[in-house]
T-cell receptor, first 111, second 113 residues
């Protein structure tokens, strides 16, 4: 089963609105990363947050991590049509293991 | 700084053939990981190479193999292709692997007919 599960599976919003995606995971982690993928292309790294961090910002992106609830959220503020993409969270499931990706959230930002 | 380069971008093969995909990581990165992405299974980890050694391996059959060269470039090979091997194959490079940011290439779209 997936270590990370994004929620919702799909999200449609209007340009200018905020978009929030959540990621839940099962086992303890050392870090969690968020990626964006435009249709059929490679993944673009957005943010890495370590288990001892609670919040990180990068431009219009804000990521939070709650290790007690084993969950993370990605907030995109003032969304743009160009933000339309699939968003994935990835966790290092076990020490020394590689990243395990969730199924992703498909975000559509309507002009 | 050049990004991760995967070649070829597109490939069409017939069942039973074999295929080799190539990945050139970012300069200085020693870890290269491979992922298979399909609509049904999502992103699945194939294997990771670090300093020419396979460090981790996912749950794929032995038909999937890889290697890494001294310059960190990596290749993956799939033998006896099956229709189900049709997928986007993504390569990711990072400095150390699991604890550092991973940067992905554009992928190789493999179609098996």
């Amino acid at each position: 089963s997936q270590q990370g599960e994004e929620d919702p599976q799909a999200l449609s919003i209007q340009e200018g609105e905020n978009a929030t995606m959540n990621c839940s995971y099962k086992t303890s982690i050392n870090n969690l990363q968020w990626y964006r993928q435009n249709s059929g292309r490679g993944l673009v790294h957005l943010i890495l947050i370590r288990s001892n961090e609670r919040e990180k910002h990068s431009g219009r992106l804000r990521v939070t991590l709650d290790t007690s609830k084993k969950s993370s959220s990605l907030l995109i503020t003032a969304s743009r049509a160009a933000d339309t993409a699939s968003y994935f969270c990835a966790t290092d499931a076990h020490y020394g293991q590689n990243f395990v990706f969730g199924p992703g959230t498909r975000l559509s930002v309507l002009p | 700084k050049a990004g991760v380069t995967q070649t070829p971008r597109y490939l069409i093969k017939t069942r039973g053939q074999q295929v080799t995909l190539s990945c050139s990581p970012i300069s200085g990165h020693r870890s290269v990981s491979w992922y298979q992405q399909t609509p049904g299974q999502g992103l699945q980890f194939l294997f990771e190479y670090f300093s020419e050694t396979q460090r981790n391996k996912g749950n794929f059959p032995g038909r999937f193999s890889g290697r890494q060269f001294s310059n960190s470039r990596s290749e993956m090979n799939v033998s006896t292709l099956e229709l189900g091997d049709s997928a986007l194959y993504l390569c990711a490079s990072s400095l150390q692997g699991w604890n550092t940011e991973a940067f992905f290439g554009q992928g190789t779209r493999l179609t098996v007919v």
